[in-house]
């Protein structure tokens, strides 16, 4: 099993490497991946939303190929992060945010702290919208677990991506490989103990920065797309209905037998939902 990441690009960005995928032409299409996952988890959506619209998929600070900041890892540091790779990629106008699970949460940030920047959301089963996460996270929380969880290890890959995915065949040998890659950089478990603990506890996802969090973006009024899957392991779809009514504007979608991954599991439908809602709003 090969342990390089794939082949991407790379922008230089305050100093540090970002790597990241950018291809197309069109209206700005922005792919925010979850905690400790890669740019990898939208490239089925990457390419076909490339072909009329200009998407840029990045590892965010600290995961796959991108370098680590300097300072610590929170949700709004990584927005501003991303704030500064759509800058070095010549995007300085409102682009569609679409954000995975904790990808989700850095989007809504971005547009809270940006709102100049977004031109719509599409929250995919994302983290925000409740306490509950599943218990590998909350154990990242307890620092000697959090040293065990986090080692780079084969077996610990192969229940991660499992987990993930509703239907075990897209549990792949490259998934896995791509997992064991990223996470034997040297500075993966630094960054992932550091995430966690500012965004919860070992007995949940924190409510205070959810709250305001919810709050800034609902006073945007921006148009939104919350997207689940019914069968999703690490943010359960409970969260889905609590989405719909504390962002009571957006739209949303619940994918039946899928996992935590739609843009993945249902990577089809997924892309034509997504191009559906913009062209609702003239915003395609």
Same mark, same amino acid.
């Given at each position: 099993?090969?342990?390089?990441?794939?082949?991407?690009?790379?922008?230089?960005?305050?100093?540090?490497?970002?790597?990241?995928?950018?291809?197309?032409?069109?209206?700005?299409?922005?792919?925010?991946?979850?905690?400790?996952?890669?740019?990898?988890?939208?490239?089925?959506?990457?390419?076909?939303?490339?072909?009329?619209?200009?998407?840029?998929?990045?590892?965010?600070?600290?995961?796959?190929?991108?370098?680590?900041?300097?300072?610590?890892?929170?949700?709004?540091?990584?927005?501003?992060?991303?704030?500064?790779?759509?800058?070095?990629?010549?995007?300085?106008?409102?682009?569609?945010?679409?954000?995975?699970?904790?990808?989700?949460?850095?989007?809504?940030?971005?547009?809270?702290? %940006?709102?100049?920047?977004?031109?719509?959301?599409?929250?995919?089963?994302?983290?925000?919208?409740?306490?509950?996460?599943?218990?590998?996270?909350?154990?990242?929380?307890?620092?000697?677990?959090?040293?065990?969880?986090?080692?780079?290890?084969?077996?610990?890959?192969?229940? #991660?991506?499992?987990?993930?995915?509703?239907?075990?065949?897209?549990? #792949?040998?490259?998934?896995?490989?791509?997992?064991?890659?990223?996470?034997?950089?040297?500075?993966?478990?630094?960054?992932?103990?550091?995430?966690?603990?500012?965004?919860?506890?070992?007995?949940?996802?924190?409510?205070?920065?959810?709250?305001?969090? $919810?709050?800034?973006?609902?006073?945007?009024?921006?148009?939104?797309?919350?997207?689940?899957?019914?069968?999703? $392991?690490? $943010?359960?779809?409970?969260?889905?209905?609590?989405?719909?009514?504390?962002?009571?504007?957006?739209?949303?979608?619940?994918?039946?037998?899928?996992?935590?991954?739609?843009?993945?599991?249902?990577?089809?439908?997924?892309? %034509?939902?997504?191009?559906?809602?913009?062209?609702?709003?003239?915003?395609?």
């Amino acid at each position: 099993m090969t342990l390089a990441l794939p082949p991407a690009e790379e922008l230089t960005v305050a100093g540090r490497r970002m790597r990241c995928r950018i291809d197309g032409d069109g209206t700005p299409v922005v792919l925010l991946h979850g905690i400790g996952r890669t740019l990898e988890d939208f490239a089925a959506v990457h390419a076909g939303l490339a072909r009329d619209h200009r998407v840029l998929s990045v590892d965010l600070p600290g995961h796959g190929g991108s370098a680590p900041l300097d300072d610590p890892h929170t949700l709004p540091a990584l927005a501003a992060a991303v704030a500064g790779f759509l800058d070095g990629a010549g995007v300085t106008g409102p682009a569609h945010l679409v954000g995975n699970s904790m990808g989700g949460a850095v989007a809504m940030r971005l547009a809270a702290d %940006a709102p100049e920047r977004a031109a719509s959301l599409v929250l995919v089963n994302s983290a925000g919208f409740g306490k509950e996460v599943t218990a590998a996270l909350r154990l990242l929380a307890v620092r000697p677990l959090a040293r065990l969880l986090l080692r780079p290890h084969p077996a610990i890959a192969r229940r #991660t991506e499992r987990a993930i995915f509703h239907d075990p065949a897209y549990v #792949t040998e490259a998934r896995i490989a791509i997992a064991l890659a990223a996470a034997r950089q040297p500075h993966a478990a630094r960054v992932m103990r550091e995430l966690v603990r500012s965004l919860g506890t070992w007995r949940g996802v924190r409510p205070e920065w959810r709250a305001e969090l $919810l709050d800034a973006v609902a006073a945007l009024d921006l148009p939104t797309l919350v997207v689940w899957g019914d069968r999703d $392991l690490i $943010l359960p779809a409970a969260h889905f209905s609590f989405a719909r009514s504390r962002l009571p504007t957006a739209q949303g979608h619940l994918f039946r037998d899928t996992g935590h991954m739609p843009q993945i599991e249902r990577a089809a439908e997924f892309e %034509a939902l997504v191009r559906e809602f913009w062209s609702r709003f003239g915003a395609a």
